[in-house]
């Protein structure tokens, strides 16, 4: 697996968009993984899709190597899920983005909080190639939006 560097560049967030379930196509707390060539930054914002949220920033779209959402409940900073537009992120990543952020979170939540990375979805192509494993599916749980299928 590749040493990748990871900085946190622009993630704000208020207590209010942190806290509760992630409806399906409705605003709440979503982040991009970019790779700048030198490792990986991270971007946050509440907005009501990853799309969204990377021309707000002006991200370049080819640079985005995955996606998720991020919440809290009242002892877990949950890093979860993954982006229809640009994949999941591995697991060992999104735990790497909470640690990241927990320090400012704790401080708006004012309490302790665990992480939690819960990433579902297809891994971005960027992860295979930097030896995160096979281009899988990761995590047992559902991407937003998405009924379990019928047994």
Known sequence: ?????????RFDFTE??????????????RFLAVDTGR???????????????SQGLKLVETDIVGGGYVLADE??????GSSDRYGAVPKEVAERLGRLILPKVKKT??????????????LHPYW???????????????RLGHKRPKK
């Open 109 to 122: 939540l004012e309490r302790e909080l665990e992480v939690s990375a819960k990433p579902t979805g297809k």
């Open 1 to 9: 697996m590749a040493d990748i560097a990871y900085r946190l560049k």
């Open 75 to 80: 002892q877990t900073l949950v890093v979860e």
């Open 128 to 142: 295979i190639e930097k030896g995160f494993g096979a281009n899988y599916v990761v995590g047992r749980g559902l």
């Open 39 to 53: 490792g990986v930054d991270f971007y946050g914002g509440y907005c009501r899709s990853h799309l969204l949220l």
């Open 16 to 29: 209010g968009e942190l806290r509760g379930e992630i409806p399906p196509n409705k605003m709440c707390h």
